[in-house]
């Protein structure tokens, strides 16, 4: 599906006198449900995990977790047309499964109703791991999962790209849309975990000694704007996602690594409410990249296969 520009849907454009409202589609919002109790700390209005010293960006909270879950099926969506939407690595009856940064372990929980029988690590599991990690810890986390992994078992690993574009020139070079993958590139790297994962993802995992890699590099649409009706649904999982996580995605970047200083809470808020208002604008065809990579750790004796070429 990689490289493909992905057609709108002309049914979906309003008629002139219905500029600026939304589609019907995009009119139901998660909505967000009151935090219960967990432990961390709470700012700006939102609850963190105290997971180590320095923080990680995505808060542990009610309102994340529902965004969490969006991601969960947009992901099964964008692999819908695999026999197994889980994952892609070729393991048909895994004992041993591992999930790195579960979330509320949607993921999981799918995969052990789908192997009842599994307990760990013929399969480990990484998705939107983005942020969470410097170079080097990423490194090493790979080196840990290499090691942890039966000879032949696989790492599966998934993506999104924060760049926001499109294939016609539907967004205008000056729209907000445009300032976000570019924005938060530089919040992750001025906090030292780098956002852009989908550019170094394949070759960490190619270091860490994995052979037999694959990949799937896709554009995740963002909206109900695609005419084919699988990427409509995507789309509209999607744009969902962005509606629901962008604040607790940005909060924390950019009231401590904004440019080009830390913003105000209020800033961010504006921000927010701008980028919905773009995202919503149903003549905008906006798309994200989203990159999948799987690999095998390999038997003892094997001489390292050649893997697919990137693209
Ligand atoms: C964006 S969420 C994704 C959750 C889940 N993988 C999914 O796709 O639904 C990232 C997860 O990584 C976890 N995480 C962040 N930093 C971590 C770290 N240093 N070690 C382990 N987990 C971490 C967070 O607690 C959170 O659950």
């Known amino acids: 599906m990689s490289d493909f520009t992905i057609a709108p849907d002309p049914d979906l454009y309003l008629p002139a006198s219905a500029r600026g409202q939304e589609p019907e589609d995009w009119k139901s919002e998660t909505t967000s449900i009151a935090s219960s109790l967990y432990k961390g700390f709470i700012e700006n209005g939102r609850r963190y995990q105290t997971l180590r010293s320095s923080g990680y960006f995505s808060p542990s909270d009610e309102r994340q977790f529902e965004t969490y879950e969006v991601g969960h099926i947009l992901c099964l ?17 895994p004992k041993h499964v591992l999930d790195i940064g579960t979330g509320q372990g949607s993921w999981a929980v799918d995969v052990a109703d789908m192997f009842p029988d599994a307990v760990k690590f013929d ?36 993506e999104m790209n924060l760049v926001v574009d499109c294939d016609d020139d539907s967004i205008p070079p000056d729209s907000i849309l445009r300032t976000w993958g570019p924005r938060f590139s530089a919040a992750g790297e001025k906090s030292g975990r780098p956002l852009d994962i989908t550019k170094t993802m394949r070759a960490t995992i190619e270091k860490a000694g994995f052979v037999d890699v694959h990949e799937k590099y896709d554009k995740w649409p963002i909206g109900a704007w695609p005419r084919d009706k699988s990427l409509k649904e995507a789309g509209l999982v999607n744009v969902q996602h962005w509606l629901a996580g962008m604040e607790g995605y940005s909060m924390y970047l950019l009231t401590k690594f904004g440019d080009p200083v830390p913003w105000t809470k209020e800033e961010v808020l504006v921000y927010i409410a701008e980028m919905r208002k773009a995202l919503k604008n149903p003549h905008y065809h906006p798309y994200q990249r989203g990159k999948r990579v799987w690999a095998r750790k390999p038997f003892p004796d094997e001489v390292a296969i050649k893997s697919e070429p990137h693209d």
């Open 77 to 93: 969506l964008m692999n819908i047309d695999q026999p197994n939407p889980l994952f892609n690595s070729p393991v048909t009856a």
């Open 123 to 158: 399969l480990i599991h990484l998705r939107h791991g983005i942020g969470a990690f410097s170079p080097e810890e990423w490194d090493n986390l790979l080196k840990q999962c290499y090691d942890n992994l039966e000879p032949g078992g696989w790492f599966e690993q998934i």
